[in-house]
T-cell receptor, first 111, second 113 residues
Framework: RKEVEQDPGPFNVPEGATVAFNCTYS??????FFWYRQDCRKEPKLLMS???SGNEDGRFTAQLNRASQYISLLIRDSKLSDSATYLC????????????FGPGTRLSVLP | ETGVTQTPRHLVMGMTNKKSLKCEQH?????MYWYKQSAKKPLELMFV???????ENNSVPSRFSPECPNSSHLFLHLHTLQPEDSALYLC????????????FGPGTRLLVL
């Protein structure tokens, strides 16, 4: 089983739609969790950290379920500029040194 | 953004060449990382340096040799590479605590002929 798995995608949605991405991780000792976005031919950039209580940043909501080892990202009112690959990232090391990236889910928001 | 810079941005090399990739971070971070991103594959962590000491080597072949002279600079020395080593090589940095996020450079796109 891969350490971090994500919805295979791609997701093609119209502007204004709500879209949800799922991610599961295999290491129950994982310490911290993140969503990154990566635009085509660019480097990954942090979208948001994921906290146990869930957190929201504007149109983006992240949830963590440690018991199920599951992370989600919800995007509301999607914009054309949201088109990118969304990477689920899990830090499996207490000392913050082992970031494991999922394969990513590609999102295309269509006009 | 100029927090993490990488040079060169593109590199074509033969299998017998020796080249080096350079990364510099201007964020005052203590940890630096090399990742490999191949087509259709997740990012793979290669090396981690914390306070200039190498703390992770994820079974990377010896034809890749990292060097970290100080907390702001990281090199990846390449020699006798194979065509399957063609990929995007990304450098990142972070503070040294467990929950800190990483900031990536723009990457070096490497083609090995």
């Amino acid at each position: 089983r891969k350490e971090v798995e994500q919805d295979p995608g791609p997701f093609n949605v119209p502007e204004g739609a709500t879209v949800a991405f799922n991610c599961t991780y295999s290491n129950s000792a994982s310490q911290s969790f993140f969503w990154y976005r990566q635009d085509c031919r660019k480097e990954p950039k942090l979208l948001m950290s994921v906290y146990s209580s869930g957190n929201e940043d504007g149109r983006f909501t992240a949830q963590l379920n440690r018991a199920s080892q599951y992370i989600s990202l919800l995007i509301r009112d999607s914009k054309l500029s949201d088109s990118a690959t969304y990477l689920c990232v899990v830090n499996t090391d207490n000392y913050g040194q082992n970031f494991v990236f999922g394969p990513g889910t590609r999102l295309s928001v269509l006009p | 953004e100029t927090g993490v810079t990488q040079t060169p941005r593109h590199l074509v090399m033969g299998m017998t060449n020796k080249k080096s990739l350079k990364c510099e971070q201007h964020l005052g971070h203590n940890a630096m990382y090399w990742y490999k991103q191949s087509a259709k594959k997740p990012l793979e962590l290669m090396f981690v340096y914390n306070f200039k000491e190498q703390t992770e080597n994820n079974s990377v072949p010896s034809r890749f040799s990292p060097e970290c002279p100080n907390s702001s600079h990281l090199f990846l020395h390449l020699h006798t590479l194979q065509p399957e080593d063609s990929a995007l090589y990304l450098c990142a940095s972070s503070q040294d605590s467990g929950a800190e996020t990483q900031y990536f450079g723009p990457g070096t796109r490497l083609l090995v002929l």
